[in-house]
């Protein structure tokens, strides 16, 4: 009786306790109602819906200026933060999905070529910019900045071409095959700079010889699991396809993406290099037999998820950037630098272009939008040190997130003047 009674007293006492997970649904809820009515007011001004969810972030993470600290727990709190880098590995696997191997053979010299002074420029620029406006930061920022303005976001211009019918010239192609050689090159990029980053951090240093082999490693991972797994995603889920369980499709997809993403860490990359990887492999040849038996294909059931993880990235990412920053002098100008350099570097790229008749202008501005891409390094030099000092300070990512807003801004209207111009 005495158990049963003390039982009783501790199954109340646990009931008299909040439930941890009660905030966390709070904050969700918040995160997802903001980023949609932020998203509306977007599209409703012809802007993508990302860049509404990101300014709703920036809302919500400077309301203490007016007093409310209500939504000041949610920059810190370790669940939202684990769903934004969910989030994240989600939007590069479905971004992988989006292209093909046999897109990226077909596009030929001329995408490549657009792509690498893509990236080229930009990053030189920007390391140049940083050294001049940051003087006093080591060289490991002011390469990481370089690397941040490499980045594209295609999604946006891909929608700009769209509605201006035409999204099958010669243009259109060779802006959306530069753009998959430029998110794997930048991916590259990314990951040597991390790797001499983490080294430097643990007090080692990495030789022209480490750096060599990172950016092998690198290369090596993503095309050969690119090319191993197109060989062996056939049989995998022609195996899959015979079990009788509901969701099988999705759930071999994504655990496809969370292995690849896991091993891409385990030998010293980002998780997202991974990701990008698994959506570039599966194409829905591979699934076929899931088709056949009436599923849908593997874009659409991945859609729901990343409605629910990818606003929260974007949500935070806005959150986190200080308005207060702004009130120093270089934080401005580094910010418009940035966005300077950052659409200098890209119309650039148009240059590679070498055949006659084509609209160099529209492809160099067709590279400019840096969107979720740009976002997800910035993010990622925050979580970077060298000697306990961070790679990329509050102030630095808040002109970082201000050179991706503008970039994502301008981007639309230029390049329906630059089309209209050419028909013109």
Known sequence: ????????????????????????????????????????????LNQPAVLGELLAGVVLGNLHFFGFHGFEPMKTDTSIDMLARLGVIVLLFEAGLESTVGQMLKVGGTSFIVATIGVLTPF?????????????ANHYVHTFLGATLTATSVGITARVLKDLNRSQSIEARIILGAAVIDDILGLILLAVISGVILAANAGGSISYVGVGWTFVKAALFLFGS???????????????SKLRARGVLLAIGLSFCFILAWLSNLIGLAPIVGAFAAGLILEEVHYKDFVYQGEHRLEELINPITSFLVPIFFVLMGMHTDLSTFSQGNVVGLALGLTVVGIIGKVCSGLGVVSKGIDKLSIGLGMVPRGEVGLIFANMGLALFVKGEPIITRATFSALVVMVILTTFITPPALKWSMNRRRR
């Open 1 to 44: 009786m005495l158990i049963l009674t003390a039982s009783f007293c501790s199954y109340g006492d646990s009931h008299n306790h909040k439930d941890p997970m009660g905030s966390v649904i709070l904050f969700i809820s918040i995160i997802l109602l903001t980023a949609k009515m932020g998203g509306d007011i977007a599209t409703r």
């Open 124 to 136: 030189i620029l920007g390391w140049v910019l940083s050294s001049w406006l940051l003087p006093e």
């Open 226 to 240: 690119v090319f191993l797994g197109v060989y062996l995603s056939p049989r995998l889920f022609s195996l899959a």
